[in-house]
Every structure is written in structure tokens, then in C-alpha cells.
Nanobody
Framework: QVQLVESGGGLVQAGGSLRLSCAAS????????AGWFRQAPWKEREFVAQ????????DYADSVKGRFTITRDNAKNTVYMQMNSLKPEGTAVYYC?????????????????WGQGTQVTVAS
């Protein structure tokens, strides 16, 4: 398994931006599809974005499309998510996940490895 550590969360005003990072160790991320999920209090973990291992194709939840961008830097073994125009409903713990050779994954159960999460709070 690959070990993942998220960073970059914090408190931001509505309309603001944050960039989350997910640093991997133990394995190279280039063979993994990487995903971002989030979980708000009393809610299930939900898919946010993914970037496919084979061709860097990206996929986003409708709620963040056009505002969030997921990228990867294989040389740094790190995945990023730029979040712009943040909304209060985006307040959640954001988790990075990795699925080895995963072709397409919106279901958390498809991912092998998870980070500990980073809190994002968007104030109105």
C-alpha cells in the first residue's frame, strides 16, 4: 500500500481558495488513480474528484465542476486539488485516496489507501 498525507486545509471565507496537497510515500503514485473525497458531519463520504493513473484523465462531482482542479506531479509523488470559489457547503474533512491501476472510481470502496484527512472550513 501507499501511505498518504494530506495538507493545506484551513479556514477560508466563502468565495476564497485553498490548495490541498496529498504526499505519497512507500510506492510511486504513477500506478495509482488518485481521488479526493470529503465528509461533512453526519453525512456519508462523497466523491469530489479523481485523476486516472494511465492517462491523467480527470473527473469531478457536479457540485465542484468548474471550481476545483485536480492535478498530479509524479516527480514529487504528490497530488493536488486547487479549490476556488469555495462555498459554505464545502465545509468537510477532505480525504486523499489511491487505487492501484483503478480505471474509474467514484466509490470509496474502490480505493486501497487513504490519508488521515484535512479539515476545510468555509465561513459564510
Amino acid at each position: 500500500q501507499v501511505q498518504l498525507v494530506e495538507s493545506g486545509g484551513g479556514l477560508v471565507q466563502a468565495g476564497g481558495s485553498l490548495r490541498l496537497s496529498c504526499a505519497a510515500s512507500g510506492r510511486t503514485l504513477s500506478s495509482y488513480t488518485a481521488g479526493w473525497f470529503r465528509q461533512a458531519p453526519w453525512k456519508e463520504r462523497e466523491f469530489v474528484a479523481q485523476i486516472r493513473w494511465s492517462d491523467d484523465r480527470t473527473d469531478y462531482a457536479d457540485s465542484v465542476k468548474g471550481r476545483f482542479t485536480i492535478t498530479r506531479d509524479n516527480a514529487k509523488n504528490t497530488v493536488y486539488m486547487q479549490m476556488n470559489s469555495l462555498k459554505p457547503e464545502g465545509t468537510a474533512v477532505y480525504y486523499c485516496a489511491a487505487g492501484r491501476s483503478l480505471y474509474y472510481g467514484r466509490n470509496p470502496k474502490e480505493y486501497d489507501s487513504w490519508g488521515q484527512g484535512t479539515q476545510v472550513t468555509v465561513a459564510s
